[in-house]
């Protein structure tokens, strides 16, 4: 009987550590991630029709300045049906989730 899991085969103790520190450092961050970062070009490009983030807002209608007009764009009812005709996703949350995943597993080291 195997014990290999799927999805870790090569991992040995100082990949493991290595993983540990890098969630630790990751549980101290008190910073927001930049759109950008947390939407990457390979990211957007890998889920999406676009080349960057910027490009899918802009063709969503996007045309604000501020962390407060990007709030209020995402949370219209308009961001959603978008995001459903042009990505995988059902909507923005889902989108970002994925994003926030994607983000967290390339910062430890996945």
């Known amino acids: ?7 870790l085969a090569g991992l040995n103790e100082e990949r ?3 993983i540990r520190e890098n969630v630790s450092r990751l ?7 930049p759109v950008e970062e947390l939407f ?11 080349l960057t983030i910027d490009e899918l807002l802009e063709t ?3 045309q604000g300045d501020t962390d407060e007009d990007f709030d209020q764009f995402i949370q219209n009812d308009k961001i959603d049906p978008f995001i459903a005709g042009h990505t995988s ?12 995943a994607s983000y967290i597993a390339k910062w430890i080291g996945l």
Request: no cysteine; aromatic share 14%.
């Open 60 to 62: 969503a209608g996007y």
């Open 1 to 7: 009987m195997s014990t290999e899991m799927s999805g």
């Open 16 to 18: 493991l550590s290595e």
């Open 40 to 50: 990457s070009e390979p990211f957007v490009q890998r889920h999406t029709p676009f």
């Open 27 to 33: 549980s101290e961050m008190k910073q927001e991630v």
């Open 89 to 100: 996703f059902e909507n923005w949350q889902a989108f970002q989730e994925k994003a926030v």
